[in-house]
């Protein structure tokens, strides 16, 4: 068996990877913003935009602590290339007060402590105002199914439920 090594010449060498400029509508502000193609969502929030409610769990979008809604609707930020959401409505946990005021799902995981060392908060509030306003909050087995996307190491469930039970049986809109 022969062993041949082959240089590498320059013309060979890994390829640049080109930056990208796009406008990400965050929390209802436009940001024009130029950053590496691969950069993901969630990185493009946290580290360009200093926005840190979303958390880099797993970063395999298995464990929910990235979620964020774009057009309303629930990702986790961790898999999804920031480029793919030029010009889309994404909301951040921190972009759920208004006037000051907490969410009112806020308020309800307060009330029920559903939190403990607090990571997971954030990607779960923001599932359950995914659930809420996609009216899937019918049952608890709704509740526990739509919310399986989201770890909470604590074990909290319970608490996390009722929050979310607490503010569908109020009235309230917890949708944005």
């Given at each position: 068996?022969?062993?041949?090594?082959?240089?590498?010449?320059p013309?060979?060498?890994?390829?640049?990877?080109?930056?990208?400029?796009?406008?990400?509508?965050v929390?209802?502000?436009?940001?024009?913003?130029?950053?590496?193609s691969?950069?993901?969502?969630?990185?493009?929030?946290?580290?360009?935009?200093?926005?840190?409610?979303?958390?880099?769990?797993?970063?395999?979008?298995?464990?929910?602590?990235?979620?964020?809604?774009?057009?309303?609707?629930?990702?986790?930020?961790?898999?999804?290339?920031?480029?793919?959401?030029?010009?889309r409505?994404?909301?951040t946990?921190?972009?759920?007060?208004?006037?000051g005021?907490?969410?009112?799902?806020?308020?309800?995981f307060?009330?029920?402590?559903?939190f403990?060392?607090?990571?997971?908060?954030?990607?779960?509030?923001?599932?359950?105002?995914?659930?809420?306003?996609?009216?899937?909050?019918?049952?608890?087995?709704?509740?526990?199914?739509?919310?399986?996307?989201?770890?909470?190491?604590?074990?909290?469930?319970?608490?996390?439920?009722?929050?979310?039970?607490?503010?569908?049986?109020?009235?309230?809109?917890?949708?944005l």
């Amino acid at each position: 068996m022969k062993h041949v090594d082959t240089p590498t010449r320059p013309s060979e060498a890994t390829p640049q990877i080109p930056d990208v400029e796009v406008t990400l509508h965050v929390n209802g502000d436009p940001y024009r913003m130029r950053f590496d193609s691969r950069v993901t969502l969630l990185d493009a929030l946290r580290d360009h935009l200093g926005l840190t409610g979303a958390k880099k769990g797993c970063d395999q979008g298995a464990c929910g602590a990235c979620t964020v809604l774009v057009d309303g609707k629930r990702i986790v930020s961790c898999l999804a290339l920031a480029a793919q959401y030029d010009g889309r409505e994404i909301t951040t946990v921190e972009g759920l007060t208004e006037d000051g005021e907490p969410h009112p799902l806020q308020k309800a995981f307060a009330r029920h402590d559903a939190f403990q060392c607090g990571y997971c908060t954030p990607g779960q509030i923001m599932s359950a105002v995914s659930l809420e306003a996609e009216g899937r909050a019918g049952t608890d087995a709704d509740i526990r199914e739509f919310m399986s996307g989201n770890i909470c190491r604590c074990g909290a469930y319970p608490n996390i439920r009722a929050a979310i039970r607490d503010v569908v049986s109020e009235g309230n809109d917890a949708s944005l």
